[in-house]
């Protein structure tokens, strides 16, 4: 009996010492920050889809890249398309270039791209969550609740304005404030963020608009380069 009992010890022992340890999560902040660099980034697409609570479709699908700095996200360029619409904006530091299917008739002949001061969202049907600043995803980690590779959460543009370089560009009233942004993050095996779906009701001539973005992102810290686009093509006056 007791040869029975040390062997079941031993067994016992063998089995717990056979099962691996679970890897601590990763933290998603500083995994990005571990990305950081000059000359890197990574590539994203956006899925837009527009309802007014009956009808709903498709609105936009859009595709572009983040450039990054030692601090965050340095430039981008991003290309939407509509379906009857195109338009591309590329920004550059506190420099913005924008072109596009209307755009490009209200400019000189000749030029493609009109020249503004100041990097912003294209418009409300942008992604307003940027994974990829730090402040950013440290808040929507904080108002977040983790379950898995997921955090789900929610935050409003004011929350947003004070941490996210992003959407602090685009100068939103503050009649938009109070703007809920409900989200789900997906993170990688490396803590990196793969997916953002974020979903938002908007109210315009009141009526309301519910959009639903979902981005996702790959290669993070590859190399990447956005480039301001040629000066013959340039223009910052209208026609």
Not at 94 to 102: L, Q
Request: aromatic share 8%; net charge positive.
């Amino acid at each position: 009996m007791k040869k029975a009992i040390a062997l079941a010890a031993a067994c016992g022992a063998l089995m717990v010492t056979a099962v691996p340890a679970q890897a601590a999560p990763k933290d998603p902040v500083r995994a990005l920050k571990a990305k950081l660099a000059p000359g890197h980034g990574v590539r994203f697409t956006d899925t837009v889809t527009w309802s007014d609570g009956i009808d709903e479709r498709g609105a936009r699908d859009s595709k572009g890249v983040f450039q990054f700095d030692k601090k965050g996200v340095a430039a981008f360029d991003i290309s939407m398309d509509s379906g009857y619409e195109k338009q591309r904006v590329i920004s550059i530091g506190k420099t913005g270039y924008y072109s596009g299917t209307y755009l490009e008739r209200l400019l000189p002949k000749g030029k493609t791209w009109f020249k503004a001061a100041g990097g912003a969202i294209p418009d409300s049907w942008a992604q307003f969550l940027n994974p990829a600043e730090p402040k950013t995803l440290a808040a929507l980690i904080k108002n977040g609740k983790s379950k898995g590779d997921s955090v789900t959460g929610s935050i409003t543009v004011k929350e947003l304005k004070t941490v996210s370089a992003w959407v602090g560009a685009a100068k939103i009233g503050n009649e938009h404030n109070d703007i809920e942004i409900s989200y789900t993050l997906t993170l990688s095996s490396a803590g990196l963020v793969s997916r953002a779906r974020s979903s938002y009701t908007m109210t315009e001539d009141g009526e309301s608009q519910f959009i639903t973005v979902d981005s996702r992102y790959t290669g993070w810290g590859s190399k990447v380069s956005v480039k301001a686009p040629d000066p013959d093509t340039v223009t910052t006056k209208w026609r």
